[in-house]
T-cell receptor, first 110, second 114 residues
Framework: GQNIDQPTEMTATEGAIVQINCTYQ??????LFWYQQHAGEAPTFLSY????GLEEKGRFSSFLSRSKGYSYLLLKELQMKDSASYLC???????????FGTGTRLQVFP | ETGVTQTPRHLVMGMTNKKSLKCEQH?????MYWYKQSAKKPLELMFV???????ENNSVPSRFSPECPNSSHLFLHLHTLQPEDSALYLC?????????????FGPGTRLTVT
């Protein structure tokens, strides 16, 4: 079977750094995506990792270790607007559909 | 604004009604998707169309019927739904179905079946 695990909820303080983990057990691996979804809104693309290592995009970075079946999303200098759900998704093969995790709901407090 | 629009944004329907959800993408993409999002569950892929041909159907009940008349438009026709079909229905598009193409999502239709 295909499985993606993420924590259900996290809280953090404005200005802080938070790391959201994602572990996956899938039949193969052909890329991992992170999406952000604010309540009542569409998911929006944040990052894509297919090779091991860190991808940095401004305040957001995403890390991948294929040997460990593990990724994390790192959010720096947290802002209130970062309160949202963060979805991890894996594509097991080039032609497979995306397998989504249940998402991590992040609440940022002042 | 992601370039993918959905109508209606909210829909309440009885179990005997027939309704349709509409999705339109303005991005020139070749692939379109329907997803179902229920509370505390992962996004669940329902249908995938690539160049107007259905390429995936994930054992979705026949009371959901997709239609893709062209690469910019996607419909989901609904009939005799059940209360457990109440969910957020998301449309998405991407340049292709494979590899690293990210998907662009619409705002969703919040469906309530009474």
């Amino acid at each position: 079977g295909q499985n993606i695990d993420q924590p259900t909820e996290m809280t953090a303080t404005e200005g802080a750094i938070v790391q959201i983990n994602c572990t996956y057990q899938t039949s193969g691996f052909n890329g991992l995506f992170w999406y952000q979804q604010h309540a009542g809104e569409a998911p929006t693309f944040l990052s894509y990792n297919v090779l091991d290592g860190l991808e940095e995009k401004g305040r957001f970075s995403s890390f991948l270790s294929r040997s460990k079946g593990y990724s994390y999303l790192l959010l720096k200098e947290l802002q209130m607007k970062d309160s949202a759900s963060y979805l991890c998704a894996v594509r097991p093969s080039p032609t497979d559909k995306l397998i989504f995790g249940t998402g991590t709901r992040l609440q940022v407090f002042p | 604004e992601t370039g993918v629009t959905q109508t209606p944004r909210h829909l309440v329907m009885g179990m005997t009604n027939k309704k349709s959800l509409k999705c339109e993408q303005h991005l020139g993409h070749n692939a379109m998707y329907w997803y179902k999002q229920s509370a505390k569950k992962p996004l669940e892929l329902m249908f995938v169309y690539s160049l107007e041909e259905r390429v995936e159907n994930n054992s979705v009940p026949s009371r959901f019927s997709p239609e893709c008349p062209n690469s910019s438009h996607l419909f989901l026709h609904l009939h005799t739904l059940q209360p457990e079909d109440s969910a957020l229905y998301l449309c998405a598009s991407s340049q292709g179905v494979a590899g690293g193409y990210e998907q662009y999502f619409g705002p969703g239709t919040r469906l309530t079946v009474t």
